[in-house]
């Protein structure tokens, strides 16, 4: 098998295409397994393509073989047929459809075969969307690797770390193209070329006619990256990210108080950056305690959904914007709430799970907040409340705050700020994690059962009450039920007297 490109035994290149001719050869073997799993050879033209082979090539192992040929159905039952094995109609692209073999008894054991379109596989490897992914290899019927066909020059342009659409009608065609050009960018780290990233320009209204799942599994893959703000902001300046989000328009150009010496949209940039930096050095800003940030934020989407609501954590600013007369400052007052509520809607049209939903609106309502507890005199009653409501959420509110005291170098603040900022979070953590984690999880030393037992009869602050209570266990002020008892007892008799 020859990739077009010359060995020379003393090049990297040479012990890279090695390294690639043994990734092809494993996972051909693993093909031919499943081709040598069926007696009724001979089989329909195959072919290896799409991601599988750009992966092989850039030498990494491929999440899934991908078989391109004809009658893909009939060939994906002749495969299975009479043995244990589970065929799933996909579609991985919109109208092409997939035929997903899974082994039942190792459901590791994965093989799709995708209908080829057109009469020749290069029909089919020109309707891509990538140069990159409109690579194929023909498989012999030993299962073995054949042929390279790469009509569209695809192997040059891994090779210069190009990402060029095979076609001008590309986008057109399948305008989620666009996110993914911008995400294999991310992914690869390779550079969109200019006449792709003016065909991606051009269509980018037609995103709206796709589907919110799509564009968000896309915009997560994106957001999980370590520098996914390079790649947002390049998505900014094609216009992409006011399609999705609409919301980020009365953000540019929005002008702020002397805290900050960027608008409302270049300040949500930086922050976006900051979070990113922070993710990135968590050793740096937290020590120590760095692995209990990256486990809390290295599970369910955390880390990119972090980084979303950076970018959008002052959306509430533009409509709550105001003036003090007195002062002559710019005020956004209850930016929070309006930005929470407002994300609540933008996650609801991108049908985020409830979870997520629940998490980004928090961390809007939140952004704020987190500022004030910062404040000297907080209490450690305060905190522990504080701690109470938001739980392991904590963590990633105090990220946010992070970055988005870093985000604000106005006149009006002082850089002593951002220091100290960073110093009492990471002291936080560690109070979090050493004393009020254990405190928190500790149960009720009374409930509302007890209070009646005791021939107290409900009244409508019981709920005040016991909360009062359980505050007061936090911060250790009773430590036993007795205490606890007499406590309530005693805050009845004051509501009743
Ligand atoms: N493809 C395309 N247009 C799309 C989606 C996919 O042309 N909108 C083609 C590409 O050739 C791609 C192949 O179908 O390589 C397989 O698609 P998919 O599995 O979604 O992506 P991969 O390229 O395999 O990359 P990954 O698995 O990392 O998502």
Redesign the pocket.
Known sequence: MNFGIPLNRTSAVYHQQKKTMKLFLENTIRLSQWLSADVKAPFPELYLA???V?DLMLGKAP??V?VVCKNARTFARRLTRGKDMALVPME??PDVPTFRIVDRNAPDRVLDITEMRGETIQDDLYR??FTI??IAVRIGNNGHPDDVIDPTGGQADIAAKIIRNVDGSAFES?P??IL?AFRFAAQLEFAIEPATEKNMQASIMLLTRISVERIVSELLLILERPVASETIRRMDATGVLDVIFPEILPMKGCPQNDYHHKDVWGHSLLVLENSENILNHLEMFFGDRSPLIAANLGECHRAPLLKLAALLHDVGKPSTRGLNLETGRITFYGHDETGSAMMSVITERLKLPVRDREFLSLLLSEHLHVLDMSAPNVTWRTLMRWFRRLGENVVPVIVLGMADVQGARGPASRPEAIAAYSDWSRRMIVQYDDAARRQLAQRNLISGHDLMKLGVSPVPRMGDILKHVRDAQDVGDVIDKEGALSLALRMLRDISA
């Open positions: 799409g991601g599988a750009r999440k899934d991908d991985k692209k891509r969307d992914n409109a399948d989620l193209r993914r």
